[in-house]
């Protein structure tokens, strides 16, 4: 079984997970090889997963470019299981997603970090970017925080037979936790006792990925809203 070290760095891996879950465009697909090699130079994820990986990486470089975009759009855009805006699992379409977003675009803010523009902040890829930037032990437990929704939609992959799911397990065993798949409800968001996470604000444990544990990082939600 592999061995997780938390202070081993993982700020390449989540860059690069955070890259592959992007808009396949020619210019991602351009850094495809790199992505390879700082995957295997950092090792923070098991051989096995490395090559589920390597699965991924071949299938997206060898896809006729047109529909892989179409592929992807139909993946990550048409439904709420596999979308990868985090509040989508959390809030869904709720009054509560507006000021989540306004929070956690404020703590991008603070870190130093500026979102492209049009991308919102709940969005996964950036949400890793922001994570990578944090120490090993820290980020460790962030991405612990949202394990629920990353098994939600590993689960959801994995229905779908895609090995995009690779960079979801890959994300939960980053985090030390496992990879098991989370069935989603049809008629609401996720779980109801998990619709305000610690990491995305203050709550109580029912929901979180170690409840009962101390939790280093949070996101509280501002009283003043400064723009």
Not at 57 to 69: N, T, V
Not at 121 to 131: H, M, N, R, S
């Amino acid at each position: 079984m592999f061995a997780l070290n938390p202070a081993r760095p993982i700020t390449a891996s989540l860059r690069v997970l955070a890259a592959l879950l992007g808009y396949p465009d020619a210019r991602l697909r351009g850094f495809l090889p790199e992505m390879r090699e700082l995957l295997h130079t950092e090792r923070a994820v098991s051989a096995s997963r490395l090559a589920e990986l390597d699965t991924l990486i071949d299938a997206l470089q060898r896809a006729e470019p047109l529909q892989l975009e179409a592929d992807y759009v139909e993946l990550f855009d048409r439904g709420r299981a596999t979308s990868l805006h985090l509040f989508e699992h959390v809030h869904g379409d709720s009054r509560e997603r507006g000021p989540a977003m306004i929070d956690l675009g404020q703590t991008y803010a603070g870190a130093g970090l500026i979102l492209s523009e049009g991308e919102l902040p709940d969005y996964l890829p950036a949400v890793l970017e922001f994570v990578s930037t944090q120490p090993p032990r820290e980020a460790r437990a962030f991405l612990g925080e949202m394990a629920h929704i990353f098994n939600a939609i590993f689960g959801a992959l994995q229905q779908r037979s895609s090995a995009y799911a690779s960079v979801l397990g890959a994300l939960l065993e980053l985090a030390g936790e496992r990879a098991q798949p989370v069935a989603a409800s049809a008629d609401e968001p996720l779980d109801e006792s998990w619709a305000e996470p610690v990491v995305f604000d203050g709550c109580s444990s029912k929901g979180q990925a170690r409840p009962g544990q101390a939790q280093p990082i949070k996101i509280v939600r501002s009283t003043e809203v400064s723009r």
